[in-house]
């Protein structure tokens, strides 16, 4: 098809038609359901309109059609809303700066090893409502040295959790992805739900045969259902490969409830797989 979005044709050699291919049409209703998505978050319920959506004629909440203009211009938008974004983190990362520098810190938090790593009394405390109560002004409260004890943790992990309480993320490399079960754990004991949702979206991204059952063991610690279920499906999906493994001996000597739920897991998928074939001999 002569389609007027893709062609290599020249403009003015193409037929005076406004024909457009599959893929681009697809792509066109894709883009604006999209949008339509991101301006309605809350339904069809959610009738307020926001500047953006006021400045767009036709793709207000009331409105039941939007024009590709319109998703030009709300794309425009959301690219400047990007920039403004990136300016704002910029400018939070200076916080990063003065923990990394040692700028006016007050406190010293000190790991399962290495030495204390200084910090600010008052980042700590907006971050987790643990620490908050820890460091309040109580007497009984407030560490009488000037240093709180995070033992759990090794020095690097301490190292990862404090970074990201100041800058809201981590490097994207092995080693800060190496500590993600540690830092999962901490953020559930010390109330960290930003921290403990990241958390969770990395280690599903890299899920597999390989750390199911060190995802599903990490689950069960920080009770997090959706982990749990996730991990349990890969077990259950690669059970060969998970179940005779040497890890799975280790793994079961300390997690025998587990262990015991897996094996119905895997019963019941046995289960389903004989009942699906029997429904299939049947005609």
Request: charged share 25%.
């Amino acid at each position: 098809m002569d389609c007027c979005i893709c062609s290599p044709m020249i403009a003015v050699y193409r037929p005076p038609r406004n024909t457009i291919c599959s893929r681009c049409y697809e792509g066109a209703r894709s883009m604006v359901d999209f949008f339509k998505d991101v301006e309605i978050p809350g339904g069809a319920g959610d009738q307020k309109a926001t500047g953006s959506e006021k400045s767009i004629p036709g793709s207000g909440p009331g409105s039941s059609s939007m024009g590709m203009l319109d998703v030009y211009k709300k794309m425009k938008d959301h690219r400047e809303k990007e920039g403004q974004l990136n300016e704002r983190l910029g400018f939070v990362d200076g916080l990063l700066g003065a923990f990394r520098e040692g700028i006016h810190t007050d406190i010293l938090v000190q790991g399962g090893s290495g030495p204390p790593i200084p910090a600010h009394r008052a980042l700590l405390a907006t971050r987790s409502e643990i620490f908050k109560t820890v460091l309040s002004s109580d007497e009984c409260k407030a560490p009488a040295d000037g240093t709180i004890s995070l033992p759990e943790l090794s020095h690097e992990e301490l190292q990862c959790l404090l970074e990201f309480l100041y800058c809201g993320t981590l490097k994207p490399d092995d080693k800060a992805n190496n500590h993600l079960y540690s830092l999962l754990i901490a953020a559930d004991k010390y109330d960290i739900p930003y921290l403990k949702s990241f958390c969770e979206v990395r280690i599903l991204r890299s899920l597999g045969p390989a750390n199911a059952l060190r995802v599903l063991e990490v689950s069960e610690i920080c009770s997090n259902a959706k982990l749990k279920e996730e991990a349990m499906n890969s077990v259950v999906k690669h059970m060969e490969d998970v179940v005779l493994s040497r890890a799975y001996d280790a793994f079961a000597v300390k997690n025998a409830h587990l262990c015991v739920e897996i094996t119905r897991a895997l019963l019941m998928e046995m289960k389903t797989k004989r009942d699906d074939q029997t429904f299939i001999d049947s005609f």
